[in-house]
């Protein structure tokens, strides 16, 4: 609130400028610029890049010819924008062509003389110095991180992108760059009243999403369901229901962001009913949240007694959440009081599951004691007089956490393998129609950007994107990571469907009914135990969701090749097998080997999980 203009009364008012001249509007301007002076600098880059342009060098004997540089490459533009490329000549030449990306990076305003542009006033202070670091090969270039709140976790601003009149989208809304910083998707996923709600509300509250005026309002009406613990929970469980009966239903989403990272909340129901919604969220996380209750008893139910801690666990790896974050919630509970006993007894029996469900304890998972409901060790470290062994355990490393809160942890996390250059892909969560067709979506390769031609599968239609929004706002481009929103041109509601596949135009996915894969028999139906051909149940394949059947099996997997089972007539709870399966209508999938986002499936039968595994060939289709 300081920025307030209520907390600015009795301050003097800014003289105005009686003698300033009266704004002319430019119909045919690029961008609006107050003042004229960005566009002086602007005009300035242009102008030093046209003198410093890069005539290739002829090959020789298909090498570069060191000695052929020009008198050109001297110039100090040139030369600053080569090592921000990092000796990449090409990517030098791309940098040069866009003079109003050049002018977002301190040291080229200072090179040209200006510092900050004249339109911006300079307040408290000289600017911190920025690290300029050669950009990686392969790597567009990146803005500068802001520095509003080093590494507490603090909710920050999110940098300014540049804000033009977007020309190809009807000049309807203004379209925005791209942020730079790292997106990640959080899914929270655990038991029943493990207290992800509260968890994920607080944290909301904590980084600035949620204000005090709102907390108010729900404090009270939790007090009117005597629910007067719930309040923070009723920031993600919007409904009626979810708010009376004090369960998740829908995958709640909320957004906050640090300084390095943007993050979406997906706020999962923990109850067996509602496990198809829980697999909808966790679909599109990378890291995943698993909130285990240290109560006394709690705890047990959830993880001991068939509860939905172990087929949480198993779901977020088999849908490709590539790290755990357990966190052990209500260490504040009067039956705990933050006992290191109960923390490390919560441990020591999750770490061997966790194993066994294809996680590194020691690489993909980390454990960190918090209070959702009181926000220690959430955004800031519980203090010492309140748990005396945390600093020490943290800082040892032990658990692979060796952050002190459970932001900073996720902050320290890094999704690699995110190729921006691969082909599109882009499962479908849901449609719908406003002013046009728009599909939701995470970018799970390759980039989609305003204007470019997509190819919709399994249906092989093909639209032209219109408009691309993340988080409600407008951008030109969205790269992998990315949960967005896509208008497609032309495209009817029944023409893009929950589990279709958005594609690189003329380069689309497969599309079949027959396909051979590796299956893990977790956990049959007991009084179906046997899974032979013909066995019926559901797969989820991605946003896919169908009916599917076992054609044939091939094998019975073992860890020594005499003792594989070839052809077997049927196969029971823990084997590893190899069929073929056949899906009622056509599903969008590819070889695992090929994009593991698209070759992950997990069978489910009467409410429950029983085989995870890949695809391994895409089979042709038969006619019947």
């Keep these: 609130m300081g920025d307030s203009w209520e907390d600015q009364q009795g301050k003097g008012v800014p003289k105005l400028n009686v003698a300033a001249k009266p704004f002319v509007f430019n119909p045919n301007a690029r961008s609006f610029t107050p003042g004229g002076a960005a566009s002086v600098k602007t005009e300035e880059v242009t102008a030093k890049m046209a003198a410093a342009t890069i005539q290739e060098p002829a090959p020789s004997n298909n090498a570069v010819d060191k000695n052929s540089n020009n008198d ?93 009149e977007d020309s190809g989208n009807g000049g309807e809304e203004d379209v925005q760059d791209e942020d730079p910083r790292e997106h990640l998707n959080l899914v929270f996923i655990g038991h029943v009243d493990a207290g992800k709600s509260t968890m994920s509300g607080q944290l909301l509250y904590l980084t600035g999403q949620v204000d005090k005026r709102t907390i108010e309002r729900f404090e009270k009406e939790a007090k009117q369901l005597n629910r007067e613990s ?41 109850h067996k009913n509602y496990v198809p ?96 409901l009181t926000g220690d060790n959430l955004q800031k470290p519980v203090a010492a007089s309140t748990c005396p062994w945390w600093e020490g355990l943290y800082q040892s490393g032990e658990h692979n956490t060796a952050e002190p809160t459970l932001i900073s942890c996720l902050d320290a996390l890094h999704i690699d393998g995110r190729d921006s250059t691969a082909l599109l892909r882009i499962p479908v969560l849901d449609r719908y129609h406003d002013r046009g067709t728009i599909a939701l979506g995470k970018v799970e390769s390759g980039s989609v950007r305003v204007g470019q031609k997509v190819t919709v599968m399994p249906m092989k239609t093909q639209f032209e994107v219109q408009g691309i929004t993340i988080n409600d706002l407008p951008v030109r481009s969205a790269k992998p990571g990315e949960n967005v929103k896509v208008k497609l041109g032309g495209a009817g509601v029944e023409d893009v469907q929950k589990g279709f596949v958005l594609c690189t135009a003329g380069k689309p996915c497969h599309a079949a009914t ?48 005499e003792e594989v089972k ?28 090929e994009v593991p986002q698209l070759g992950r499936l997990t069978l489910r039968d009467e409410g429950k999980t029983i085989a995870i595994g890949k695809i391994l060939k895409v089979l042709p289709t038969t006619r019947n």
């Excluded at 240290?294 to 790896?317: D, I, P, V």
């Design 514 to 561: 027959r396909f051979e894969c590796q299956l893990a028999l977790v956990d049959l139906l007991e009084h179906r135990p046997i899974f032979s051909p013909g066995y019926n149940c559901v797969v989820h394949l991605h946003t896919a969701e169908e009916e599917v059947t076992v054609v044939e099996l091939l094998s019975i997997e073992s860890r020594k090749p």
């Design 230 to 270: 719930w309040f923070l929970a009723f920031i993600m469980d919007t409904n009626e229901e979810e708010r009376a009966k004090g369960k998740t239903v829908e995958v709640g989403r909320a957004h906050f962001e640090t300084d390095t990272k943007r993050y979406t909340i997906m706020d999962a129901p923990g």
């Design 72 to 164: 050109d490459e001297n110039d100090p533009l040139w030369q600053a924008v080569y090592k921000m490329a990092g000796g990449d000549r090409e990517k030098t030449e791309k940098m040069l062509e866009d003079p109003d990306s050049l002018m977002q990076y301190p040291e080229i305003r200072a090179l040209l003389g200006g510092g900050e542009t004249g339109s911006e006033e300079k307040v408290g202070g000289t600017a911190e110095p920025v690290d300029t670091k050669p950009i990686e090969k392969d790597e567009p270039p990146r803005a500068p991180a802001p520095s509003t709140g080093g590494a507490s976790g603090k909710a920050a601003i999110a940098p300014a992108p540049t804000v033009v």
């Design 277 to 372: 919604n829980m697999i909808a969220g966790a679909v599109q996380a990378d890291v995943g949240i698993l909130v285990i209750s240290a109560r006394r008893g709690e705890f047990e139910t959830g993880f001991e007694r068939g509860g939905q801690t172990r087929e949480h666990a198993l779901l977020a790896k088999t849908l490709g959440v590539r790290y755990l974050v357990v966190v052990i919630n209500k260490m504040d509970d009067t039956t705990v009081q933050w006992s290191k006993e109960r923390f490390d007894e919560c441990v020591s029996k999750l770490k061997p599951f966790l194993k066994s469900c294809g996680y590194a304890p020691k690489k993909d998972v980390k454990f960190i004691p918090v209070s959702g």
């Design 566 to 593: 070839r052809r077997p007539r049927f196969a029971r709870q823990g084997n590893v097998i190899t069929a073929n399966l056949r899906t009622a209508r056509k599903v969008c999938c590819e070889a695992f080997k």
